[in-house]
């Protein structure tokens, strides 16, 4: 799709201020005063995300509206998640709402498999979830966690098979990789920094703290 932009292209354009690119998402997160006053944000994203391609994800709670606009059929954020994300955003100024300190971030679930055939369709009947391409699956009610597979060239009995990656906006990643260094866990690789980082808590199992780099090559 020509319209593909990196994420350090659409953090350029004018108005996205609230809006950071996860790993299959453009989001944002409004703080709110109540639940009347969110209503009345999300009535406006509904109304300037109708029929528009990128399509919209909204979230409300008690004290903040999430909005996600989804990039999963394309890969990465076009120009129209700016200029979606940008009228979302003078809607929320001129109701008063601005970002919230909670960051937003997206928790996906990674599995290592040596068939990536023969393991999907397991994780999808369990899940009742839905495949992307060959080695994704996500919740069509976008409630639960991204799954991904991953491929194995070997057997690792002595490594564990399934870990979490939490995608966080690139700013955030080294306080929330201090925080969890000094809550007992270690650096497993900074290899692919700052696309990635491994970490492992006490016993082992790890976790990924990822941002958005890692799509910078889209074009």
Known sequence: MSDQIT?????????????????????ARFAIGSLEEGALLV????????????????????????VRLPFKDTGSPTGAHAALAR??????????????????????????????????????????YVS???EDLFDPEAAGPWIWFQQMDAPRPQRNRLHVDVYVPLELAPARIDAALAAGGRLVTSEHAPSWWVLADPEGNEAC???CMEFEGAS
């Open 7 to 27: 994420a350090a292209q659409f953090h350029a354009y004018d108005g996205v201020e609230d809006w950071r690119v996860l790993a299959t998402s453009v989001a």
């Open 43 to 66: 009535s406006q994203v509904a109304r300037l995300g109708a029929g528009h391609a990128c399509g919209t994800e909204v979230d409300m709670r008690p004290a903040s509206v999430t």
């Open 87 to 128: 009228a979302i955003s003078v809607e929320a100024r001129a109701l008063g709402l601005g970002a919230g300190d909670n960051p937003v971030q997206e928790v996906h679930l990674a599995i290592d498999a040596m068939s990536l055939p023969m393991v999907m369709p397991f994780w999808k009947a369990v899940l009742g």
């Open 132 to 134: 992307l391409g060959e």
């Open 209 to 211: 703290v990822a941002t």
